[in-house]
């Protein structure tokens, strides 16, 4: 069981337990891994860019939200879906982490967001 419980991040109304999924857009992950890997490429070996202020640039891309609601509201065509079930406790959770960090899409979304926002990671 899930500790935390949003509303859909779509439609806002109440999801029934087990009957939510987490969904992110494929084609928008796609792009900003992308973006990650060149600019990680830039960086290699050198001084990260950063302002006068030690703050990253802003040409550092925005992570993709995983969405977290009604499989109609958030399971977009291009959408990749977990059901809720797969990840409703913290082990399932870590096996699917496993899973994903296999995509290459995975880095560009914020799937560390998403499991705190559930209540999946209790920080030590
Ligand atoms: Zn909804």
């Known amino acids: 069981m899930l500790r935390e419980r ?11 337990p087990g009957r939510a999924v987490l969904s992110a857009n494929l084609h928008e992950a796609t792009e ?5 890997n060149q ?3 830039d960086w290699w070996g050198q001084e990260p860019k950063v302002t ?3 703050e ?12 977290w609601g009604h499989p109609d509201c958030v399971g977009g065509e291009f959408s990749y879906v977990i059901a809720e079930e797969r990840i409703d406790t913290a082990a399932k959770a870590l096996g699917w982490t496993l899973r994903l960090m296999e995509k290459p899409w995975f880095r560009g979304t914020a799937w560390h ?3 705190r926002r559930l209540g999946l990671v209790v920080e030590a």
């Open 52 to 54: 006068a202020a030690g």
């Open 113 to 115: 967001y998403a499991m």
């Open 56 to 67: 990253a640039l802003d040409s550092y891309p925005k992570l993709v939200p995983w969405l």
């Open 39 to 41: 600019l990680h490429k």
């Open 6 to 16: 949003p509303p859909c991040d779509a439609c806002g109304g109440d999801v029934a």
């Open 32 to 36: 900003v891994a992308r973006q990650l």
